[in-house]
């Protein structure tokens, strides 16, 4: 059965780093998302994107962050100078012709 | 943001019986529910989902129930079995774009 992949699994890093958390969706699907779930908080929407393009975004979605779409299968989340309050699991998701969003196992970001 | 809720953070059933988890939302412009189960170090799994034009929605041992005009969704799962153990979550999704608003999670727990 297709499925999201992210890598890596967990990344440390020191705040002011970059980082750049990937992930390979579905390989027919159009539509792909970032979310993120802080520990012990609700899973909350980051950015959606399609057609090459950010098609919604949230307010957490600052300057800091970026997606990008570099080639036919990658899907990118680079955040640009990490703060401590960055640190979360970050999910990828992949939608098609459906409503329904199929989610990554997530990549745990602790910023020290 | 309490958009979408989920009052009870846990369950406990007996393998065999029915678990019933809800969930109550406040937007009236959501027009398309789903809910995830979640495992610890897992990204959320799609389970099963509703238009807002339907009442009920049922794939094997799932089904989901929509009240429209009390803005509330249950999940239903029978007969519960161990593996059923996990975090469930309900998201929503807006008319306007994709983005899904997730509730807080409860954590089921069959035991045998």
């Known amino acids: 059965e297709p499925e999201v992949t992210q890598t890596p699994s967990h990344q440390v890093t020191q705040m002011g780093q970059e980082v750049i958390l990937r992930c390979v969706p579905i390989?027919?699907?159009?539509?792909f998302y970032w979310y993120r779930q802080i520990l012990g908080q609700k899973v909350e929407f980051l950015v959606s994107?399609?057609?090459?393009?950010?098609?919604?975004k949230s307010e957490i979605f600052d300057d800091q962050f970026s997606v990008e779409r570099p080639d036919g299968s990658n899907f990118t989340l680079k955040i640009r100078s990490t703060k401590l309050e960055d640190s979360a699991m970050y999910f990828c998701a992949s939608m098609g012709g459906s409503y329904e969003q199929y989610f990554g196992p997530g990549t745990r970001l602790t910023v020290t | 943001d309490q958009q979408v809720k989920q009052n009870s953070p846990s369950l406990s059933v007996q393998e065999g019986r029915i678990s019933i988890l809800n969930c109550d939302y406040t937007?009236?412009?959501?027009?398309?529910f789903l809910w995830y189960k979640k495992y610890p170090a897992e990204g959320p799994t799609f389970l099963i989902s509703i238009s807002s034009i339907k009442d009920k929605n049922e794939d094997g041992r799932f089904t989901v129930f929509l009240n429209k005009s009390a803005k509330h969704l249950s999940l239903h799962i029978v007969p519960s079995q161990p593996g059923d153990s996990a975090v469930y979550f309900c998201a929503a999704r807006g008319n306007a774009g994709n983005m899904l608003t997730f509730g807080g999670g409860t954590r089921l727990m069959v035991k045998p």
């Open positions: 994107f399609y057609n090459n393009e950010i098609s919604e």
């Open positions: 937007n009236s412009m959501f027009d398309y």
């Open positions: 390989s027919n699907h159009l539509y």
